[in-house]
């Protein structure tokens, strides 16, 4: 494999006009797609939903047998609680009278409800609380916006004894602008380059290349989403993971260009060394990653599947660039991707020398430090992980959380304020009840329900036009994502068929919910168990080693468990509040763990296969074991730390915005890839290395015969007859 990338290296390298006019020509191919795809594309939006889940399938019975006209329109609630006394005070309901006229004139509202209305009262017990619904009509996505603000200004204007809070929202939720920290983050990481690079010029060709290939991707997903819908997720981890990967690659194979032409090499076999050694690492890092995205599939749930494919598309967009266009853009720079104290020490015939040993250094000392003292660093790293892993096991997820994002926003607390008085009024559950002459015997089945733990309420039944199924409303006494609420649902769905002659269903927003939650969480066990043969087998075919994969994916585990606690007690339990500017306290997103898993799964495995391989050219070479993790540690761990350095701050700037699920995955993405690079790489996989000695490398002489030979290390190259060209210094 390592001939066939450097030929196409040189090629690239040799044509650079026509590989960089065919990019661009692609690039704008895609956009008169995304043109042609918003004039003429399909009109469906993408679902999220899980049409075969139990609630799913009881909510199409319940719409065939209780058809019922569509509801239109959006609604708000005004919820009320006097600082003094009560709702049904004189002088608060004269004040409440007031402040539902001013509703009934804000644009847009059709009609208000009266609370007092003694036919519909909406007045809690203890008249504490009162609530009012304001009825709007369609709405475009301008007057959303506008209608709403106008409804909280109406809130906040009203007097502050009556206690006004806004429940419900016109406007959709997405993600606000980016904030300051995203372009610090950004600009950090560029600073980084330059210092990891020496030169200006080679770090913003790695960000350039790495955002272009995030561009190219990102129309082609939104063209295809206009033709096939697909997921805003989807489109979010396909460009995280975009970045994070084309960053990494770029950087590998830079690095190894800039090494071989400090040691002597012309810019074009330069060139094609870096694309036949450095290249062979990023296509197999690649092609893990891409094989464990479409082993999305196992979770056969299509939103999940989509975000697989759209993401595995990123990521192949990522290695051809690093394989093509970067080679081409590197002919044109040539020396100048050196730092300036290279090139003159190049023009002088100071030749960096591959062989030599490198006695000083940052991470030789790091390196040799872990080697000597394996044992106290495998147990340090493998206890902070654990450590930071521990709230994982308080994880609480929801597939949406009701209410609002922001716990402290005006929406939740009246939310909040309706659940405490009224319980899950807003999220009721349905229960469909089927059987023979089911008329007689709802009265007793709305007394077994009642009497569960969790129901509030029963509202008597309604029995269909054949009087084979009859609905029954509970409102249970606490919010959907309750947990008693939960218990509630499992109780009724246990006792099913208690009744003879009659079988019970659950559906509505709130078991829809979670039998949504259910099904991710069985995708995520799913996907790991994929996740973690996939490594193993693809790692063993590219170190020829039973050992070092096992290490490897075990330690992929304890980062992404790091991840999984850190992201909990952050944003579940509230620690760092005063450096977290996003709403804390909720249930984790059911499909963070997913996104988590798969983004850290593809960083995780460019750091081992760049260190690992590079240790391994070491060893190929004849040297001892610790000799060759010192030295293969010292060539590739400054790139490693480079590369990780760069998520890390990159994602730590998203953390730092306001939109609560960006910056819970972006902190758990930047905790995951500090745990995996700085512990897991840079610690526990040389220390593992060098209590194994020898036997780190070891492979049954059977399995050994029919693994093919992937050359990692660029043992064709060397080879291989040389090119029969001169060497040149130059540029171009």
Known sequence: ?????????????????????????????????????SNNGSTDEATTSIPDSPASQALERMNDEFPAAEATGSTLQLVFQPSAGTVSDPAAAAEIAGVLSDAADLPGVESVSDPFDPAQPYISADQSIAVATLAYGDLSDEDQVTFYDAALQLQADSASDLGVELGGNLVPLGAPAPGIGEGVGVIIAFLVL?????????????LLIAVFGVGVSMVGVIAYGLFFPIGENAIILAAMLGLAVGIDYTLFILSRFRIELRGGKSVEDAVARASGTAGTAVVFAGLTV????????????????????????????????ALTLLPAI???????????????????GVLWQEGAVQKHGIMRGWGSFVVNRPIISVIAGVVILVVVALPFFSMKTAFNVPGGSDPSSTERTAYTLIVDEFGGIQSPLIVLAEGDDIATKTAGLEADLAALDGAQTVVPAEISVDGTMARIIIIPAESPIDEQTKDLVHSIRDDADAVTGVHLEVTGETAIGIDQDAALMSALIKYIIVIVVISMLLLIVMFRSLLIPLIATLGYLLSVGASFGASTAVFQWGWLDPFIAAPQGDPMLSLLPLLLVGVLFGLAMDYQVFLVSRIKEMHDKGMPPKQAIREGFARSGPVLVAAATIMTVVFGGFATGTFAIGASIAFGLMVGVMADAFIVRLVLMPAMLSLLGESAWWLPKWLDRIIPNIDTEGHALDAAPAAEEKPTLVGV
């Open 1 to 37: 494999m390592s001939r066939f990338l450097a030929q196409i290296g040189r090629f690239s390298a040799r044509h650079r006009l026509v590989v960089i006019g065919a990019w661009l020509l692609i690039f704008a191919t895609l956009i008169g797609a995304l043109v042609v795809g």
């Open 330 to 348: 590197l002919r044109t720079m040539g020396t100048k991707a050196l730092s300036k104290k290279q090139r003159q020490d190049l023009a002088n």
């Open 194 to 206: 330059i210092l990891t690079f020496g030169s200006m010029l080679a770090a913003g060709v790695n």
């Open 290 to 321: 891409i094989v464990a995205l479409v082993a999305l599939l196992v979770a056969n749930l299509s939103f999940i599947t989509e975000m697989g494919f759209a993401a595995a598309a990123a990521v192949a967009v990522s290695v051809l660039l």
